[in-house]
Nanobody
Framework: QVKPMESGGGWVKVGGSLKVSCLAPNIQLNLVCIGWFRHAPGMACEEVATIAHDGTTTYGDTVKGRFTISKDVAKFTVYLQMNNLKPADSGMYLC????????????WGQGTQVTVSQ
């Protein structure tokens, strides 16, 4: 089973921006739903954003207006642009794949770490 691969994490100052990527090799992004999740130590895994097969997007309440999810079907890649970052945005960012954006994620990546501090 092909697993997605995240990249682009790192350290960024409060108020800064970062763009992370999810490469899903040979997965037709116009047929599946991709989700970005955030997992911080001691916290529950949080759904940050999703993009459906038809491009419909959803965002978690804590990131609305600051994060943008997008995809490049030809590159098998989904992006998460994160602006005006806060310390609470720190965590491991993982992407996952499913068919209908219904919560039945069947393939997860290893994650990329994002750290936001002063």
């Amino acid at each position: 089973q092909v697993k997605p691969m995240e990249s682009g994490g790192g350290w960024v100052k409060v108020g800064g921006s970062l763009k992370v990527s999810c490469l899903a090799p040979n997965i037709q992004l116009n047929l599946v739903c991709i989700g970005w999740f955030r997992h911080a130590p001691g916290m529950a895994c949080e759904e940050v954003a999703t993009i459906a097969h038809d491009g419909t997007t959803t965002y978690g309440d804590t990131v609305k207006g600051r994060f943008t999810i997008s995809k490049d079907v030809a590159k098998f890649t989904v992006y998460l642009q994160m602006n005006n970052l806060k310390p609470a945005d720190s965590g491991m960012y993982l992407c996952a794949v499913e068919y209908l954006c219904s919560g039945s994620w069947y393939s997860w990546g290893q994650g990329t770490q994002v750290t936001v501090s002063q």
